[in-house]
């Protein structure tokens, strides 16, 4: 499947896959983020449950601490 992620498209073998699982392969399972998923903000909890499909947008933000 195909994903496009932040504007960059990403290829995926899995034939289930949720956004819990993009965000491990990105390493980001840990992090405070929010997600879109075709234009819809998803709950931390509908992370577990949104199967992604082929073709949608998936824009991630994360929160960077500094000074």
């Known amino acids: 499947m195909k994903l496009r992620v932040n ?3 990403i290829q995926i073998e899995e034939d289930q896959f949720t956004v819990t699982d993009l965000l491990e ?4 399972g840990v992090k405070t983020v929010v997600i ?3 234009e ?3 709950t931390k909890d509908m992370h577990y ?3 992604l ?3 949608d ?5 994360h929160f ?4």
């Open 25 to 28: 392969s990105l390493d980001l």
């Open 40 to 42: 819809q903000i998803l």
């Open 64 to 67: 960077v601490g500094g000074g």
């Open 36 to 38: 879109e998923c075709n």
């Open 49 to 51: 449950s949104t199967l």
């Open 7 to 9: 504007g960059q498209y």
């Open 57 to 61: 947008h998936i824009e991630i933000v």
């Open 53 to 55: 499909k082929d073709g």
